[in-house]
């Protein structure tokens, strides 16, 4: 399937998350926007930046910008898709630390995600009581 949401000679914007970089944040994996090339963090980090990207800006497909992932999802759908191979690179450089930056990840990092975890499902939870 070829997609128009998929642009693959546009370049990734940089070898980690442009907001996390930005504001001094670290994350747990990256994505790949397939239309623009905005690498954000994923729905697993604290932040969610990619998923914020694909809302704000309608572009809908993301791929994994981890080395040896070549997997695209479709937010339109919440599935996988296919997809053609990105202009290089088509991932962060393999020394970079998962989650990372190491020098900005907190002693803490793992609890830090189990609250958010514990957060978010309470959220959903309230969410479809309400609907």
């Known amino acids: 399937m070829t997609d128009t949401a998929i642009h693959p000679e ?3 914007s940089g ?5 996390c970089e930005q504001e001094g944040s670290w994350w747990v994996h990256l994505r790949r926007c397939a ?3 905005h690498i954000g963090c994923c729905d697993d980090s604290l932040a969610k930046h990619a998923g914020a990207h694909a ?5 809908p497909i993301i791929r994994s910008f981890e080395p040896g992932e070549d997997w695209f999802w479709d937010y339109r759908t919440d599935a996988y898709a296919d997809g053609p191979p990105l202009v290089a690179p088509e991932s962060h ?3 970079q630390s998962v989650p990372g930056p190491a020098e900005r990840l907190p002693a ?3 609890a830090q995600l189990q609250r958010d ?3 978010q499902a309470l959220k959903d939870r309230a969410r479809e009581d309400r609907g």
């Open 10 to 12: 546009v370049p990734p």
């Open 15 to 19: 070898t980690g998350c442009l907001e």
């Open 93 to 95: 450089p393999a020394r």
């Open 55 to 59: 809302r704000e800006t309608g572009h």
């Open 108 to 110: 803490d990092w793992q």
């Open 117 to 119: 975890r514990e957060e």
């Open 35 to 37: 239309t623009c090339g």
